[in-house]
């Protein structure tokens, strides 16, 4: 094989022009026709056996060709993109074979080409932190929480209150009727937790085991169609009432509970924790916002391709999710009214910002004459190990050394970048409100663009409008002289 020329023809696009000569096609030819030969017949021959000059003079010198060239193709084209020193980010196109023959194969095609981007300054970009800060309160709550997951409920004899887990038969009626799905028998109701309708718990709330009342609500406007709106009347039976009981917090508890032995040694730890996890939610908060001032900062086009690609691979990991619970994405798109269109346009924007970040990051990792070590590649081959629950010589086989070694390069350009950012500590309510801010006006500036494009497209229609008007009168003009 040989490349010809490679000319950079367009935007991230090139033209490849590629010559593979005669002895490494007829190779491809020679492996085709003995993969095909035991199916091929011609008279004189038991089918399989006939010789390739023979099948060649019945069917034709080429019969082989165009399967020897798909055969070749993937191979000689790689080793094209290769020498020429690009890297292709879609499948090539616009192959166009000038000659094929004995002699070997000339053809060229086309490639879309990785850009070679140019960045704003990536050095000094601002980012705010949330404050990490662990309160007394944080701790008890957390506490309370496992306390919560401990609590045991005790059948008890009085009126039922709000938190109590009561057990109740109920048939529900509009205008007299009962109504499908309104009826339960031996359905368990935390009082307080929201299940049923607004007005529902409360009713039930004053009432012992064994009584039976009626419990008078009004569906909201938003619910099913056949009920929304409406009054109903639901026939109550309460079976039993019983009440949430905490266990003590004491040593013994978080014995049962922990790995620890008291209760200060619970507080503390649950402490360190809570500061781990903040640490953990702020860095990342951080890092949130260096990839979008990163994304922000790319000027050069990018190819279509690339967002279309990240695109697919979020589709898939999405199906990945929601086969783990049980639906495959046909049904999840029945489900939910979307088309295929719909769910990729909604991973769209996260996907054109997530392929400008790397290229930004790749590119900084470069202007910084980045380096890799094999202590790098030890250390993320282990931590991918680690993270998938798989042995590492089993992560060596599925990722290159290359593969990894841009990993490693892009996430040290991110500590770069990191390091020379203006990063100001901010509450995280602070932090809440100018996000809030932040979409708001970004929700503003949408419906502004929105009504300049519903206000472009009237006048555009406006101006059609009238021109055909003009065109009919001035064609009713030129009838009338012409009678």
């Known amino acids: 094989m040989a490349l010809k020329k490679a000319e950079n023809i367009d935007t991230n696009l090139y033209q490849l022009e590629i010559a593979v000569d005669g002895d490494k096609f007829n190779d491809a030819v020679t492996k085709v026709f003995n993969r095909q030969k035991k199916n091929i017949s011609i008279p004189g021959f038991r089918k399989g056996k006939a010789p390739r000059g023979m099948i060649e ?4 010198e080429g019969v082989f060709y165009n399967d020897a060239f798909e055969q070749l193709f993937p191979e000689v084209v790689t080793d094209a993109v290769e020498e020429a020193g690009i890297e292709i980010v879609d499948n090539p196109y616009d192959v166009d074979i000038q000659k094929m023959d004995k002699d070997g194969v000339e053809f060229s095609l086309k490639v879309t080409v990785k850009p070679d981007v140019e960045l704003d300054d990536y050095k000094g970009l601002s980012a705010k932190k949330p404050v990490v800060e662990v309160t007394d309160e944080d701790v008890q709550s957390e506490i309370d929480a ?9 059948e008890v004899d009085r009126e039922a209150q709000n938190d109590d887990l009561t057990t109740i038969d109920f048939e529900g009626f509009v205008d007299g009727e009962a109504f499908e799905g309104g009826k339960g028998e031996g359905y368990e109701l935390t009082l307080g937790s929201g299940q049923f309708i607004p007005g529902f718990e409360d009713q039930i709330v004053g009432h012992k085991a064994g009584e039976e009342f009626d419990v008078n609500v009004k569906f909201p406007d938003d619910y099913v169609e056949d009920l929304a709106g409406k009054d109903a009347t639901f026939k109550v039976k309460l079976d039993n009432v019983k009440e949430k009981q905490l266990p003590e917090l004491d040593d013994d508890f978080v014995l049962d509970v922990s790995e620890y032995d008291t209760v200060d040694e619970l507080k503390q730890h649950t402490k360190e924790d809570l500061e781990k996890s903040k640490t953990e939610a702020a860095d990342a908060e951080v890092d949130t916002q260096i990839f979008e001032k990163l994304a922000g900062i790319v000027k050069s086009e ?55 970040c790397r290229l930004a990051l790749e590119k900084i990792a470069e202007l910084e004459n980045v380096e890799v070590t094999e202590e790098d590649l030890d250390a993320q081959y282990k931590d991918l190990a680690e993270q998938y629950g798989m042995e590492e010589d089993s992560v060596r086989k599925i990722l290159s050394e290359d593969d990894i070694s841009k990993d490693v390069k892009t996430k040290k350009a991110l500590e770069i970048v990191k390091d020379a950012a203006e990063i100001t500590e901010v509450t995280e309510e602070q932090l809440q409100a100018e996000r809030a801010a932040e979409a708001a006006a970004a929700e503003a500036e949408q419906v502004e663009e929105e009504e300049k494009a519903e206000a472009a497209e009237a006048e555009t229609e406006s101006a059609e409008t009238e021109s055909a008007e003009t065109e009919t009168a001035e064609a009713a003009e030129e009838n009338g002289d012409a009678e």
Do not use: C, W
């Open 57 to 60: 003079k019945y069917y034709g």
């Open 146 to 154: 496992m306390l919560e997951r401990s609590a045991r409920f005790v």
């Open 302 to 356: 990018i190819p279509q391709a690339m967002f279309e690609h990240q695109i697919d691979d979020s589709v898939s990991e999405f199906g990945y999710q929601i086969q783990s619970q049980g639906l495959d994405l046909k049904t999840y798109l029945g489900y939910t009214g979307m088309t295929e269109e719909d769910l990729r346009n909604s991973f769209r924007s996260r996907a054109e910002s997530q392929v400008k």
